[in-house]
């Protein structure tokens, strides 16, 4: 396997992999070498997970990560839809059960649930009150196709959000994404609103760790490296963060790195 080609773009360092396997791989020891040194420094991690088939690589690497006592490690995700049942399979809580938070002994799981609460606000509130509980050491995320971060597309992002969690309005763009991964059979079948950690809240965390394959994604990625900062395109706040990575393979790299 050939190694990867490494570049810094503004604070963003890029790695682009030949293969999707390749580039979760890579994630995944990143991640992995994130938690144990927490866990060696403080002993506990708080980690932030994506729940989108661009993570699936990623986070299959990331359970076979050695070294790592999961029980003190507390799981959040980032955002959830509204309106779905609770045993719908599109459900990002039970997308991670699947792939991730049933398959490690988590210390703690924190799932958006929207249905526990009177409306979405005092969701909102309550998963923004376990977040503040203490820093989160790690994000791992994604872009979608038209530079969201989270559920924060381009008509509802804000890069200086008071909020840590609020309900959106989900772009068509979005929306689109949705049917495109092959999670709903139709656009109308996809929810109008989600509840959302924030583009403030999201970078507020010790590292990310940012995983975007797939040829659909090339253009976001470019935006997100070289676009004015802003609420265009929300992806370009990981320019902000000190030390966030950037995961691509060679269908989603702009430059053809791969």
Excluded at 2 to 13: K, M, R, V
Excluded at 16 to 23: D, E, G, I, K, Y
Excluded at 45 to 69: K, T, Y
Excluded at 174 to 194: E, L, Y
Aim: aromatic content about 6%; charged content about 20%; overall charge negative.
């Amino acid at each position: 396997m050939s190694a990867p080609a490494t570049s810094a773009t503004g604070s963003i360092p890029v790695r682009v992999f030949p293969t999707r396997a390749a580039m979760g791989a890579a994630a995944a020891r990143e991640a992995g070498d994130v938690i144990r040194a927490s866990l060696a420094r403080k002993g506990e991690v708080r980690i932030v997970f994506a729940a989108a088939p661009s993570q699936q690589e990623m986070l299959d690497s990331l359970v076979a990560e050695p070294g790592i006592d999961w029980t003190r490690v507390a799981a959040f995700h980032m955002d959830e839809y509204i309106g779905l049942p609770p045993g719908a399979p599109q459900r990002f809580a039970r997308w991670l059960d699947e792939r991730l938070f049933l398959r490690l002994p988590f210390g703690a799981v924190h799932r958006i649930d929207p249905e526990a609460f009177p409306d979405a606000e005092a969701c909102a509130a309550d998963y923004a009150a376990r977040l503040a509980a203490a820093p989160i050491d790690l994000v791992c995320l994604g872009i979608g196709v038209n530079g969201h971060i989270a559920f924060n597309d381009p008509p509802v992002a804000d890069l200086h959000d008071p909020l840590a969690v609020k309900s959106v309005e989900l772009d068509d763009i979005c929306r689109q994404q949705q049917v495109d991964d092959g999670c709903f059979p139709s656009f109308a079948a996809v929810p109008t609103h989600a509840l959302t950690l924030t583009v403030p809240r999201l970078v507020d965390c010790g590292h990310m760790v940012c995983v975007v394959p797939g040829p659909a994604k090339r253009e976001a990625v470019r935006r997100t490296l070289h676009d004015p900062l802003g609420e265009a395109c929300p992806a370009t706040a990981l320019r902000l963060h000190p030390r966030c990575t950037l995961y691509l393979d060679a269908e989603s790299d702009p430059h053809g790195r791969g």
